[in-house]
């Protein structure tokens, strides 16, 4: 052996010695892919998400960060338009080499990148909003392979709701305003159901195309149903358009709004004199201290209550795949796939929202300990198409200020789904 050679091994041997810890180090910090829409019609609740989203990063870094680096949360705008959402979703995975993706808020989006792109890739997505039942069916049949979850219970809650907040208030002839994509035709077809099984009938349902300066036509349609009421599935920005139109055009002020439809934005949008009889609806959280332990981090992060849709969701979406990739043996996507429901653990130690929640549990798994992620939603677990179950609430608006009418919990959303035959 020459000298030089025995001089040239010597000097690789802290490398080879230490050669993991090099390669962890190198590849800090780890990124994490997300899909939210920052501008576009869904722009207005888009931001308070993606914001909500890296603060769940910022208190896994706090906690220590993921096989002893910090997240980087790599976010890319899909403007609300999935052909610009599977353009993101590429960027993450063939450029960035994110080994999962959260947020995704459009339905139509998450069917785009499911089918396009994460699965044939093999990359994990956790979606925070995505509710079409078209993705069920697409896990039931194989087509995900097990590469899609939500954090969100699909459409058929918001349909129960949605009748729910009807029928309680006496109307029994709606009208229908709907998006015209796979999200609100699947959720027009499980409302249609709901309504009927719960003492209704709908007058007839108006599709419309996003992002359109105007929606009279649509409107007058609408109107010519002669419905008691209006249940509007819209998104934020066009929402607000078609609320406007509805009540310059002498449309009843009898309105059920979409969860897309409840934030402040909107009221100030429609005017809120205009929404006193309103109703909304949203997904809700079970009461518990896991909730309580997301809404003080909020607050205190914001200074406003995490009132809005998609912020606990997608809270959760971001924790429990950060915990995912601390479990799983590789920072790969079907290794961070695998790890997903283990974090989920029956038996395992209850990790909870926040810097101090998410430590306890970075640290068990690293310690070789099963945990159960309660999240900002309440207890959870993904079943075998990455769905899960969830109470609902409706909303009204009091004084201008978004307020809970009512929480239909988990024990009642079941007796209805059984009652309607979902």
Same mark, same amino acid.
Not at 265 to 270: E, K
Not at 331 to 344: E, P, W
């Given at each position: 052996?020459?000298?030089?050679?025995?001089?040239?091994?010597?000097?690789?041997?802290?490398?080879?010695?230490?050669?993991?810890?090099?390669?962890?180090?190198?590849?800090?910090?780890?990124?994490?892919?997300?899909?939210?829409?920052?501008?576009?019609?869904?722009?207005?609740?888009?931001?308070?998400?993606?914001?909500?989203?890296?603060?769940?990063?910022?208190?896994?870094?706090?906690?220590?960060?993921?096989?002893?680096?910090?997240?980087?949360?790599?976010?890319?705008?899909?403007?609300?338009?999935?052909?610009?959402?599977?353009?993101?979703?590429?960027?993450?995975?063939?450029?960035?080499?994110?080994?999962?993706?959260?947020?995704?808020?459009?339905?139509?989006?998450?069917?785009?990148?499911?089918?396009?792109?994460?699965?044939?890739?093999?990359?994990?997505?956790?979606?925070?909003?995505?509710?079409?039942?078209?993705?069920?069916?697409?896990?039931?049949?194989?087509?995900?392979?097990?590469?899609?979850f939500r954090t969100i219970p699909t459409s058929r809650?918001?349909?129960?709701?949605?009748?729910?907040?009807?029928?309680?208030?006496?109307?029994?002839?709606?009208?229908?305003?709907?998006?015209?994509?796979?999200?609100?035709?699947?959720?027009?077809?499980?409302?249609?159901?709901?309504?009927?099984?719960?003492?209704?009938?709908?007058?007839?349902?108006?599709?419309?195309?996003?992002?359109?300066?105007?929606?009279?036509?649509?409107?007058?349609?609408?109107?010519?149903?002669?419905?008691?009421?209006?249940?509007?599935?819209?998104?934020?920005?066009?929402?607000?358009?078609?609320?406007?139109?509805?009540?310059?055009?002498?449309?009843?002020?009898?309105?059920?709004?979409?969860?897309?439809?409840?934030?402040?934005?909107?009221?100030?949008?429609?005017?809120?004199?205009?929404?006193?009889?309103?109703?909304?609806?949203?997904?809700?959280?079970?009461?518990?201290?896991?909730?309580?332990?997301?809404?003080?981090? #909020?607050?205190?992060?914001? +200074?406003? $209550?995490?009132? &809005? *849709?998609? %912020?606990?969701?997608?809270? =959760?979406?971001?924790?429990?795949?950060?915990?995912?990739?601390?479990?799983?043996?590789?920072?790969?996507?079907?290794?961070?796939?695998?790890?997903?429901?283990?974090?989920?653990?029956?038996?395992?130690?209850?990790?909870?929202?926040?810097?101090?929640?998410?430590?306890?549990?970075?640290?068990?798994?690293?310690?070789?300990?099963?945990?159960?992620?309660?999240?900002?939603?309440?207890? #959870?677990?993904?079943?075998? +198409?990455? $769905?899960?179950? &969830? *109470?609902? %609430?409706?909303?009204?608006? =009091?004084?201008?200020?978004?307020?809970?009418?009512?929480?239909?919990?988990?024990?009642?959303?079941?007796?209805?789904?059984?009652?309607?035959?979902?």
């Amino acid at each position: 052996m020459t000298k030089r050679l025995l001089i040239a091994l010597v000097g690789a041997l802290p490398l080879l010695a230490f050669g993991g810890e090099a390669r962890a180090q190198a590849a800090c910090p780890h990124k994490l892919g997300a899909v939210i829409p920052l501008t576009g019609p869904q722009g207005p609740i888009g931001k308070p998400i993606a914001d909500t989203a890296q603060l769940a990063i910022e208190h896994v870094n706090a906690a220590g960060g993921v096989k002893g680096c910090p997240i980087e949360l790599v976010l890319r705008d899909d403007t609300g338009q999935p052909t610009l959402g599977v353009d993101a979703a590429r960027y993450l995975v063939d450029v960035q080499k994110t080994p999962a993706i959260v947020g995704v808020v459009g339905s139509g989006i998450a069917l785009a990148i499911v089918s396009s792109v994460t699965t044939a890739a093999k990359v994990p997505m956790v979606s925070c909003c995505a509710v079409t039942p078209t993705l069920t069916k697409m896990a039931e049949d194989g087509k995900t392979e097990g590469y899609f979850f939500r954090t969100i219970p699909t459409s058929r809650v918001f349909a129960v709701a949605h009748a729910v907040a009807t029928t309680d208030r006496g109307y029994k002839n709606p009208a229908v305003i709907y998006v015209n994509n796979d999200f609100g035709s699947t959720l027009l077809r499980d409302l249609e159901k709901a309504i009927a099984a719960l003492g209704g009938k709908i007058a007839g349902a108006v599709p419309y195309n996003e992002n359109q300066p105007s929606y009279r036509t649509e409107v007058n349609q609408a109107l010519a149903l002669k419905g008691d009421a209006l249940i509007l599935i819209a998104f934020s920005q066009d929402g607000a358009t078609i609320g406007r139109e509805w009540i310059s055009l002498g449309g009843t002020q009898n309105l059920v709004l979409h969860n897309t439809l409840r934030s402040q934005d909107f009221i100030n949008a429609v005017g809120a004199r205009f929404l006193g009889k309103a109703a909304g609806i949203d997904n809700a959280q079970v009461a518990g201290p896991s909730v309580d332990a997301f809404n003080a981090a #909020f607050k205190a992060k914001f +200074n406003r $209550d995490p009132v &809005g *849709p998609g %912020l606990h969701t997608v809270y =959760d979406s971001a924790a429990v795949t950060a915990l995912a990739m601390q479990q799983a043996r590789a920072l790969d996507g079907t290794a961070i796939r695998d790890a997903l429901r283990l974090v989920q653990d029956a038996a395992g130690e209850v990790v909870m929202p926040g810097a101090e929640g998410l430590k306890k549990g970075l640290d068990a798994i690293k310690a070789g300990r099963k945990v159960r992620y309660v999240g900002a939603t309440g207890p #959870f677990g993904f079943d075998k +198409n990455g $769905d899960v179950s &969830g *109470p609902a %609430l409706v909303w009204k608006i =009091d004084d201008g200020k978004l307020a809970t009418d009512k929480v239909i919990d988990l024990e009642q959303m079941a007796a209805l789904f059984r009652r309607i035959g979902y």
